[in-house]
């Protein structure tokens, strides 16, 4: 064992202090968010109490919050579904060479880069000429589309390149066909990965504010009614929401890692019966 | 026999890619296709009208706040390319080389990567206690003895986007950079040390030239976020400054969608040249 030179303990210190970078203010509103009923949007605390919650919860306190909430969640369970399928379509697309792949690739990168706003202005200008109306599930959908699916596709190519083929030709060899291959060999093999694209689709399209901006409609979603509040609302309420979609946000990713941990896990108990035969 | 299975490949490869074609023709392609012609229309107050005129870009290429605002995005873009690709080459280095465990090298990869499944726009608030005017940066500077008054430029001003976007963006940085430290074989670095490098030498000659093609990646990301971003510099700038992605939203807001849209084709294409340039040094597709 090599003794921990100098530039370790420097950089351990500089990464702490990262970690504090990143979380600290986050931590700084929820301890804020528990202002007193007169405490304000900086500290001293002005005693301590769920006040600001309670107000979360009343009707006419705030915007459509829960409402807002459950067209978020709703957007974000559809974009995910769609992205996961399309990924992984996507993803077994590119593993060969096909005419118009290098288009497409490209494409692919051009809607990683494009800015926000371009995407939310184009289509937005769309369904208005078309005379449809913009909303969340439709416009919203396709929009969060394009920020969602490349990072999608990234994920997959990244999982293919590892992807050791041998797998596939010994379950051809033994007569399964192209689904069967599929369905039984590929996407057990590639499953925990799958969580990893589920995450970033859903959390990906539950906190994007520019595409939707001018494609939601006349439904906000959560991150629209959000940066509403932040014009006009002037109370820890706003700290207060925000702590509440910090911490369902945390709950969203942890239940994904957990579920892509007992994937891993299950992956390995019950790849070792492969040269025991299947019945 | 040959040209069938290279057909066949073709078929199911275009069967696969279809849905994503699909999403990617609508929704990107067809915008695009859109904004340039809405570019070349003309505007009353209250309507948009078909016609072909250069009006909008003249106008947008006659008016000085056209060059402020686009130099003021690309220094925008530069300083937070400099600070996040410092800061995240920092912290890869760290968790790729100092970290040995893979236990933990994991753990504390996803201590870096949670905040980017969270809110930005959560983010950016929680930076108001930090930085305003009775705020923790200013009590504390003051119980320091550093500043008598509290300063007035930390919330809502050039520093505070900055440092909104390095806590936002950084994320970015430390992922690929990271993605092919992680790849690089140790035997290269033993070798430098064997023949006689020290480790400042190892990082300068073999670590960083391997390394490229992950910064390549962070910075194209940094690049083309900051870039195109609006809502961080309205709410960290407080209105203060713009940017090129606020003039957009701003004609939008007074519903000059042509006047948006001249203004969105020039930021494009500022983008796609900025990135094409960078893409030279790298082949994205090899490295992932």
Not at chain 2, 34 to 40: D, K
Not at chain 2, 133 to 160: K, M, Y
Not at chain 2, 170 to 186: A, E, G, Q, S
Request: with cysteine; proline share 4%; net charge neutral.
């Amino acid at each position: 064992m090599e003794r921990r030179s100098l530039s370790f303990y420097v950089l351990s210190f500089v990464f702490a202090l990262f970690i504090l970078f990143l979380y600290g203010p986050t931590i700084t509103i929820g301890i804020l968010s528990l202002q007193g009923p007169n405490g304000g949007l900086t500290f001293p605390m002005n005693g301590m109490s769920f006040h600001w919650f309670y107000n979360l919860f009343e009707q006419q306190a705030v915007g459509d919050i829960w409402g807002s909430f459950s067209r978020s969640f709703a957007l974000g369970f559809m974009v995910m579904v769609i992205t996961v399928v399309v990924s992984v379509m996507g993803g077994l697309a590119f593993r060969k060479k096909f005419i118009g792949s290098g288009f497409i690739f490209y494409l692919v990168i051009t809607s990683l880069i494009i800015p926000s706003i371009l995407i939310s202005l184009g289509v937005g200008l769309i369904f208005n000429q078309l005379g449809w109306d913009v909303h969340w599930s439709t416009s919203g959908l396709g929009s969060q589309l394009t920020w969602t699916l490349p990072f999608g596709l990234l994920i997959m190519f990244a999982v293919f390149n590892r992807f050791d083929k041998s797998y596939e030709e010994a379950a051809r060899d033994l007569g399964a066909t192209p689904w069967q291959t599929i369905r039984f060999v590929v996407l057990p093999i590639i499953g925990p990965s799958l969580i990893g694209v589920a995450l970033f689709g859903f959390t990906l399209s539950y906190d994007e504010f520019a595409r939707t901006l001018l494609t939601a409609g006349s439904y906000n979603t959560l991150p629209l009614e959000i940066f509403g509040m932040t014009t006009n609302v002037t109370t820890p309420v706003l700290y207060a929401l925000g702590t509440l979609t910090t911490v369902f946000s945390f709950i969203v990713i942890g239940v994904f890692l957990g579920v892509a941990i007992y994937l891993q896990r299950r992956k390995k108990r019950l790849g070792s019966d492969a040269h025991s035969g299947m019945v | 026999m040959f040209r069938f299975f290279a057909q066949r490949s073709n078929l199911s490869g275009w069967a696969l890619a279809s849905p994503l074609s699909l999403v990617l023709v609508f929704f990107l392609i067809c915008p695009i296709i859109m904004i340039v012609i809405v570019s070349f229309w003309g505007a009353t107050e209250f309507s948009i009208y078909p016609a072909f005129q250069w009006d909008n870009y003249e106008f947008l290429f006659s008016s000085s706040v056209t060059y402020t605002v686009f130099l003021k995005t690309f220094m925008y873009a530069f300083i937070t390319w400099a600070i996040t690709l410092i800061l995240g080459f920092t912290v890869a280095y760290y968790l790729a080389f100092h970290i040995k465990s893979l236990t933990w090298q994991i753990a504390l990869f996803l201590l870096c990567t949670i905040p980017f499944w969270t809110s930005n726009i959560i983010r950016m608030i929680s930076w108001i206690p930090f930085l305003g005017r009775n705020g923790i940066a200013n009590e504390t500077l003051i119980q320091l003895g550093l500043i008598s008054e509290p300063v007035e430029w930390l919330l809502f001003s050039d520093f505070a986007v900055i440092l909104a976007f390095v806590h936002l963006y950084t994320l970015f940085m430390v992922v690929p950079i990271f993605n092919t430290m992680m790849r690089i074989d140790h035997s290269l670095l033993e070798a430098a040390r064997d023949a006689g490098a020290n480790g400042f030498q190892t990082l300068v000659n073999v670590i960083i030239p391997l390394c490229k093609p992950g910064i390549m990646i962070g910075s194209i990301f940094v690049v083309t976020l900051v870039m195109g971003d609006f809502i961080t510099v309205r709410f960290m700038s407080g209105s203060q400054s713009a940017n090129v992605g606020r003039l957009i939203s701003n004609d939008v807001g007074l519903l000059q969608y042509p006047s948006a849209s001249a203004t969105a084709v020039v930021l494009l294409l500022t983008v796609l040249i900025t990135i094409g340039i960078m893409l030279r040094f790298v082949n994205i597709r090899k490295e992932l």
